[in-house]
């Protein structure tokens, strides 16, 4: 299927949906098994794209769900990228969400999840992605977000977890990886979600933080992750889901970063770039669609800017907290 003249200027659904369904059909490419270790989190990417653009049901969910069984780690209590791949707390994040979203939680032994999060806290209130111990406010996000969607957010020392985070807040009002590390957006985004599903937004210095977010829009339309930095699809949602959580979502000019994103879209095979011009993939693909819900792009569903999931499951679950005052659609497009 070949884009006609001017569907560049539109969201094309019927592409997109066809690459992602294509992404696993050729197990003999090199690229392939290369990215094996990214596998739980594309099948993650993809389920939620699909979910947003409406197509929830365009991937087989029994094989779904197999495959990420079958990348449990039984000695850890976690999930591994891939089978046979040692549990890191990403894949495990990526996992639960894709039980949630297929409604396949009861498969999940939560009591050995749950028990694999909490024993990667460090004593400074940061986590660990898994038992090599590299840590990143990333891991903590993830560690706040798994826990809220089993039900055992109680079971977290919140305190030292919200000091931690505290302590990585930069002059710009913007957060790092690491205590001491430079302002980043999408270790902003991790912060600020963390705060809000914890409700302790009160820790954020939101006028500052929201201009250095704003400040992230280029020329072109696109946002970058820092100053001086290229414009990346991607930082379409790690810019508007903090932007969207402190109801600022209307400080970026939405008509210009929709151009932008949809100009990064590959007219003829679908999937999205980080950049016109260059090789879409399934991450960008997703940030992309994610971006574009979050701005109220007509025809695709709500997307939670805090669990970057659909809205309907984060409401069914009874989770949303002190965003979910915000109108359904912040910033809506023609």
Not at 9 to 30: A, E, F, Q, R
Not at 66 to 79: I, K, N, R, T
Not at 209 to 232: A, H, M
Request: with cysteine.
């Amino acid at each position: 299927m070949t884009a006609k003249p001017g569907e560049q200027d539109k969201l094309l659904v019927p592409l997109h949906v066809s690459y992602i369904k294509s992404l696993g059909n050729n197990k003999d490419d090199l690229a392939y098994h290369l990215t094996a270790h990214l596998r739980m989190n594309a099948i993650y990417w993809g389920l939620t794209a699909l979910c947003i653009m409406g197509h929830q049901d365009a991937l087989d969910r029994e094989e779904m769900i197999d495959f990420v069984m079958s990348c449990w780690d039984d000695e850890a209590g976690g999930f591994g990228a891939h089978p046979d791949h040692d549990a890191h707390i990403l894949a495990t994040l990526s996992a639960i969400q894709i039980l949630v979203t297929q409604d396949a939680l009861d498969r999940l032994d939560v009591d050995r999840v749950v028990k694999f999060i909490l024993s990667l806290q460090q004593p400074s209130g940061i986590f660990a992605g898994d038992s090599f111990g590299e840590v990143d406010t990333r891991f903590l996000y993830i560690a706040v977000n798994a826990l809220s969607l089993l039900g055992r957010l109680s079971e977290l020392d919140v305190e030292k977890t919200v000091a931690y985070i505290r302590q990585c807040q930069n002059f710009d009002g913007g957060y790092g990886a690491t205590a001491g590390a430079e302002s980043h957006a999408a270790q902003v985004f991790v912060c600020v979600a963390a705060l809000a599903i914890l409700d302790r937004l009160d820790e954020v210095d939101q006028e500052t933080l929201c201009w250095w977010l704003s400040e992230r829009q280029l020329p072109n339309g696109g946002l970058n992750g820092r100053p001086e930095k290229l414009e990346d699809v991607c930082y379409s949602f790690w810019v508007l889901s903090s932007l969207s959580i402190l109801n600022k979502i209307t400080w970026i000019d939405s008509e210009k970063l929709t151009a932008f994103i949809l100009s990064a879209q590959d007219l003829e095979t679908g999937g999205i770039a980080d950049r016109p011009g260059d090789m879409v993939d399934v991450f960008h693909t997703h940030f992309g669609v994610a971006g574009l819900s979050l701005l109220g792009y007509p025809g695709l569903v709500d997307l939670d800017p805090v669990y970057c999931m659909p809205a309907s499951i984060i409401e069914v679950k009874g989770l949303r907290k002190g965003w979910k005052a915000l109108p359904r659609r912040l910033a809506q497009v023609s």
